[in-house]
């Protein structure tokens, strides 16, 4: 089992560098991150079509015309539609969505940008998330780019994790803290 997964990990990381260096080569990043992103969108929020794209019965010529129409429909750059095509064609496209989440980590990486998890106890605006980006990319000293969530159960507060580092402002965080002292007294 693990070198299944090993193997897909592998793989996914390959057709990642491909694409990423395909996209580079053609000064095309900026719009096959931005089609990478919605197409995840859409897979992420489509069961139809993630069933469709995992199911091992599907031929490859009734997969090429739908995922050719879907790319038409997003009007897909033509380097992602032609990618979206090998996949399918090499029997990769089950793939599709850690590559993607691969090439955008990649374009991130090559960027110098470090990822980030926020996660707040309400919806911050827009300009919060400006000022908290600003603030932490000026005491890191890189810019980063945040994967933000709401967790109404934190009460109040944030929790912020770079990597191993993990700074959690939530209420929750602090009542668990005086929960703990009261029962080692």
């Keep these: 089992m693990s070198s299944n997964k090993s193997f897909s990990s592998e793989t996914a990381n390959r057709y990642a560098l491909a ?5 580079k080569e053609n000064s095309e990043l900026e719009t096959a991150e931005k ?18 794209i995992k199911n091992p019965t599907q031929s490859q010529s009734s997969q090429l015309e739908i995922i050719s129409k879907i790319s038409d429909e997003m009007n897909l750059s033509k380097i992602i539609k ?3 095509s090998i996949l399918i064609a090499k029997k990769r496209i089950f793939f599709i969505k850690i590559i993607f989440i691969n090439f955008l980590s990649l374009v991130s990486k090559k960027r110098g940008e470090l990822k980030a998890s926020l996660t ?17 990319s000026q005491s890191i000293g890189t810019s980063v780019a945040f994967n933000y969530k709401v967790d109404e159960t ?11 580092l993990m700074i959690d402002t939530s209420i929750k965080n602090k009542l668990k803290k005086y929960e703990q002292i009261m029962l080692e007294v």
């Design 35 to 52: 089609d990478v992103n919605q197409f995840l969108t859409i897979y992420n929020t489509s069961e139809d079509l993630k069933n469709f």
């Design 120 to 136: 707040s106890s309400k919806n911050l605006t827009s300009e919060e998330l400006k000022n908290l980006n600003t603030e932490l």
């Design 82 to 84: 032609n990618f979206l």
């Design 154 to 164: 934190l009460i109040g507060g944030l929790k912020i994790q770079i990597g191993s």
């Design 19 to 23: 694409l990423y260096e395909l996209v």
